[in-house]
DNA sequence: GCTCGCAGATTGTGTAACAATCAATGGATG
DNA sequence: CATCCATTGATTGTTACACAATCTGCGAGC
């Protein structure tokens, strides 16, 4: 059965940082990890290239492995993408509009919002929340291939929700998912393209704020 | 300015497997590469780690890494994800449409049917014109954001043309790009859509062929 | 205060060795 | 003759050690 030591640590490591334990920007030392999963520095470093090639952390020659930081560009293209792809899910979901499909939106929503006020600092919970609202409304289209697509930027998209932490308040996130919600069936995909490009914005704004 | 060994040698490899000329399916044997490059297994391993998380090569326990198939849910998200984009791309294209920015899609196409004629048989050259075309589809909307994304799925996009190969001759490759070519500013998103959905089931279809 | 250079820390790479697993070969058996 | 199983050779996974290459911060000297 045979899982690698390389591929557990790779996993374990991915969880870390997804979860936010690890913030984008920390170091990740060869030695110290060594010792603490007991394991010899080639591995780590073999775990550390696969997570580079993933995009979930930034290897600099003689410099050593951090938790990737989104720059602009990054989090524009990445965004970009989504939209993209949130769109194309928004109008299929239109398309059908059966009520039983928003049901797991409208659900997906209220735990955001329950989240938000029920433990407003537990980021971790209401990232994990908002990941799945966005998830809810792709996989409302009702395309397989669409929510597969849609995974396979959901890494890199939980990325970007740890730096936007420091923006976004919980009252905030609430009130931009409500207007989001409420705003799908009438002003489709345009809701959405708002919605992310708003977000970009203001992670981007306030990263030149600090300059 | 120091470039590592491991980072060469994933972009030669990379280079080498987008070229077609280590085709899908291609064990990458340790130490063969570690003799050919002169490298330690340590290097070899580390840069194949890496075009793993890339996913442009695939790593089996035990068994070791091969140039990535595609299978079929892998080629349903891919195109999935390029069409909400290109036809993203589209839509915002068909808004401005002045004709100079229909320019560099003809050149492209043009370009990618003297690769058809002039050498069948060079299918690196065919799939680098077909890239080149889908790219200029992109670059005409006019929005490096949109580019960006893009970029990012263009490796994935040529291994799968790499599979396509077997599949879709010269001429048949002419004639869809020139009734996409034409279809853009009248059917706008759809027509890519199509050409984009056709292209995965002609492949999908072509395997479950030969089962 | 500034620059230079040195020293310590960290990463990059290689070699050697061995364990773990896979794959194919070949017999033993029905 | 076909099938199963065991052994063997090839390949990958992991470690330890060594040393080179490079970065970083700190202090000496100006």
Chains 1, 2 share one sequence.
Do not use: K, W
Request: charged letters at 30%; glycine letters at 6%; one cysteine or more.
């Amino acid at each position: 059965m045979a899982e690698t030591a390389v591929e557990t640590l790779a996993s374990v490591l991915r969880t870390r940082i997804l979860s936010g334990e690890l913030a984008p920007g920390t170091p990740l030392r060869e030695e110290a990890l060594s010792s603490e999963y007991e394991l010899g520095r080639h591995t780590i470093r073999a775990a550390l290239r696969q997570l580079g090639g993933e995009r979930l952390v930034s290897i600099q020659p003689y410099s050593g492995a951090r938790v990737t930081l989104l720059d602009d560009d990054d989090v524009r293209a990445l965004m970009q993408l989504r939209s993209a792809l949130e769109g194309e899910a928004v109008r299929l979901l239109n398309r059908r509009s059966d009520d039983t499909t928003l049901a797991g939106i409208h659900t997906a929503n209220d735990e955001l919002r329950r989240a938000c006020l029920d433990s407003p600092t537990d980021r971790a919970r209401i990232e994990r929340a908002h990941a799945a609202l966005h998830h809810a409304i792709v996989d409302a289209a009702g395309s397989p291939r669409i929510t597969d697509a849609h995974a396979r930027l959901e890494a890199e998209s939980i990325l970007f929700l740890a730096q936007l932490r420091h923006v976004l308040d919980a009252e905030e996130m609430i009130r931009q998912h409500d207007q989001l919600v409420g705003d799908l069936l009438i002003r489709g995909e345009d809701a959405i393209h708002e919605h992310l490009e708003r977000a970009a914005d203001q992670l981007i704004a306030a990263r030149a704020a600090d300059h």
